[in-house]
């Protein structure tokens, strides 16, 4: 898919109606939506938040595997400047605490 957006659109239509009691769903069927939907709101609220999955999606980078000098692969969280091993990225500008691939 060459949008991440609309994969992500995608994901929260599907996880809302998997989430949405039916009329005709079981009590078991409407505790697994319930329980779907609790689970998929941290789930949910973990991917709103990931500078990493930002930088895999939109940034295109590969994962990082080296720490960087300063941070020793901790996030710092968002700053500016950024650090200069570890927060330059194409869309998010967070020391991430690790160095870019390549």
Known sequence: ????????T????????AATPLESDS???RERR???GHHWQIIYG???KSCLLDRLMYGQ???RTRPCPVHHGRWSGITS??????GVGPT?????????EG
């Open 1 to 8: 898919m060459d949008d991440p957006s609309r994969f992500c």
């Open 10 to 17: 995608a994901m929260e239509t599907w996880a809302d109606a």
């Open 27 to 29: 009590q078991a069927a």
């Open 34 to 36: 319930d329980q779907f």
């Open 46 to 48: 973990a991917i709103r």
């Open 61 to 63: 980078e590969k994962l």
């Open 81 to 86: 400047p950024p650090c200069e091993h570890c």
């Open 92 to 100: 998010c500008q967070c020391n991430t605490g690790w160095l870019p």
